[in-house]
């Protein structure tokens, strides 16, 4: 795995450090965690976005109305 150098005020490397401590892990591995879990919930927003996204195209004034008469037609076929 390659070496990454990065610099963090010393407050919060002083966090770092005493979560790693309580946790019996090593600095870098709670790093390298904290990094892959900010990447899925960013990637999570974006999959979130997408399917939101669908479904206003899906349901756009246009599309509600037909999805509309389609479920009153349907409701009325009920009775």
């Not at 990447?39 to 509600?64: F, Q, S």
């Amino acid at each position: 795995m390659p070496a990454v150098s990065f610099y963090l005020r010393k407050e919060v490397l002083d966090a770092v450090r005493a979560r790693a401590a309580s946790r019996n892990l090593p600095v870098s591995r709670l790093i390298s965690r904290a990094v892959e879990e900010y990447l899925r919930t960013d990637e999570m927003a974006g999959a979130r976005k997408r399917v939101m996204d669908n479904i206003r195209r899906a349901l756009a004034p246009t599309g509600w109305e037909a999805l509309h008469r389609e479920r009153t037609a349907a409701n009325a076929r009920r009775d």
